[in-house]
Each structure stands twice: as C-alpha cells, then as structure tokens.
C-alpha cells in the first residue's frame, strides 16, 4: 500500500516538505554569521516552551512557537551589546532550555515524559491537522520576511559594519534572524525533533557550499539537499519503522560526504586551469614578471 494512503503519512510529508524548503533559507544566513549552533539553542528554548504546553494544557506548537521567539529576542539582544556576554548567553540558552524542558513535562501528567521523545526525535504518527495549519502559517510567515528583507539580510551577513554605514539596521535584522531561525525549529519539531532540526538547518547549506560559487547558488542547492533529505528520510522512516529525525539528519549529512568527495576533482582542475580573466589579465601585463604576480594573487 502506498504511504500516501495514510492520513498521518499526508500530514508528514508535508510538515517535512516544509522543513526542507524553509531551514536551509534560515540555515544559509546562520553560516554566514558564524552562528551554526544557534538552531540548537533554540531547540532547546522550544522545549521549554513543549514542557509548558504539557504542564498547563495549552497546544504544543504555538505555545513552543511563543517561548522560542521570546528566547531568541533576549538572546539577540544581549548579543548586541557584547559578543562574549552574547556567547554566555547561548550557553546558558543550551543548558536552561532543555533542563526546564524535561522540569515542566516531569511536572505534568505521566503520558507527557512519552510523549516528550516524540518531540525530541521526532514522529509519524503524532503530526495532527491542526499542527500541520500552525506549520503551513509559520512557514508562510517566514518565506514572506525573507522576500521582504531578505537583500537587507545578505547584506548584514556579508559584512555588518558596511551594511550599519548603508543605513541598515543591522540589530534588528539580527534579532529577526534569529527569531525566525528559532520559529523554523518549531516547524521542524514535529518531522525531525527538538535536537536535530538544526542540522537540517545547516548540513544542506554545508553540502552545497561544497560545489556552489555563489550565494544564490548555495541556497537553491541547499533547499534541494534539504528537501530532497527530508522527504526521503520520511519515506525511509516509514518503511524502516524508525524514527525520521536522525533518518533525516543521516541522509543529509551523507549529501554533505558525497558533495565534498565530488568538489575534490573540481578543485584540483580549477587549479590547473586558472579562470580565463586571471589568463587574459596576465596576457594584458605582457609577461609573468614578479610584479604582476602579488597583484594577481591578490585578484585570486
């Protein structure tokens, strides 16, 4: 029978449809801030946010969606006024967040501790329509940011102090940045799992850097290596019986192995044969004399 033929497979794909697209878009601007483990820490602000919603009744997601972007505000904001405060801050973001986490469910009622590996690592056959509507709304709202400030943001991650000098607001991108890394955590919880999804945030972008020349590039090759993983481990999930999550993270990070065993050979060429603009330069000066080889390095 064919996995489509499952209601529960349905709402599956599509959650993990959504977090192939979405992660490595936020993914991208994470790796080029230097901020790849943020995703984890948001992870864990999640879980809190998961632990809440078993203690007081209220719906897993938006309550993880609330308590995530609460915790990514503060934590951009004490980055902003000192990168080595910013840098204690994710720290404690780390142990706090999964530690209240596994507080608030151990509170709750028995089932909650269960259930708490369900979001975790996540599951198949815990993915409701109503989370999937949450998803869909979350995942709208973050293609829509990046559309609109999505230009601003390559800018900041490119260089911060030229973009400040361009009259961009750079704290406040950063913040948005980082609430929206901590809101595509939340779309992923349920496909992938609290501390896991941050890989499928930055593995895909690692893999196609490997091959792509441009940032453009590296972000169309990095949705197709995370969509492509994650409706693969989903579909591998199902027929393995085990959990989709480290099946996702697995299939990405062996795309991350064959990208860097493929950019092998193409770098070994490149370097054999220099790019027809440092050729035609050196044509230009005349000769190879010792002058003209700093500057052309320099190029390079």
Not at 24 to 46: E, N
Not at 197 to 205: E, K, L, Q
Request: overall charge positive; charged content about 10%; glycine content about 10%.
């Amino acid at each position: 029978m064919s996995i489509f033929a499952y209601d529960f497979m349905q709402r599956a794909l599509i959650a993990a449809a959504l977090i192939g697209l979405i992660a490595p878009l936020i993914g991208i601007f994470l790796v080029q801030r230097r901020l790849a483990l943020l995703g984890d820490g948001m992870g864990h602000v999640a879980l809190t946010g998961v632990g809440l919603a078993f203690l007081t009744g209220l719906a897993p997601v938006p309550t993880a969606l609330v308590v995530a972007a609460l915790g990514a505000l503060i934590l951009e904001l004490v980055r902003a006024r000192s990168r080595t405060a910013g840098d204690l801050a994710l720290a404690l973001v780390f142990y706090g967040g999964i530690a209240g986490g596994v507080l608030l469910t151990s509170l709750a009622s028995g089932k909650a501790s269960s259930a708490l590996n369900q979001y975790l690592f996540g599951s198949l056959s815990t993915v409701a329509t109503e989370d999937v509507l949450w998803l869909l709304a979350a995942g709208v709202v973050v293609l829509l940011i990046l559309g609109f400030f999505g230009r601003e943001m390559f800018a900041m991650t490119l260089d911060p102090d030229v973009a400040h000098v361009q009259g961009i607001r750079t704290t406040r991108l950063g913040i948005l940045l980082t609430v929206l890394a901590a809101v595509t955590v939340v779309i992923g919880m349920r496909t992938v799992g609290l501390l896991l999804v941050s890989a499928i945030m930055i593995v895909p972008v690692a893999a196609a850097q490997q091959l792509a020349g441009s940032f453009r590039a590296t972000a169309i090759g990095a949705v197709i290596v995370g969509l492509a993983c994650s409706l693969a481990g989903l579909t591998t999930s199902f027929t393995l019986d085990v959990p989709p999550g480290p099946t996702i993270v697995l299939l990405a990070l062996a795309a991350f192995v064959i990208a860097a065993l493929i950019a092998i050979p193409l770098r070994r060429r490149r370097q054999r044969h220099p790019h027809p603009v440092d050729e035609s330069d050196h044509s230009h000066h005349g000769h190879g004399s010792e002058n003209d080889r700093p500057s052309r390095h320099a190029h390079e």
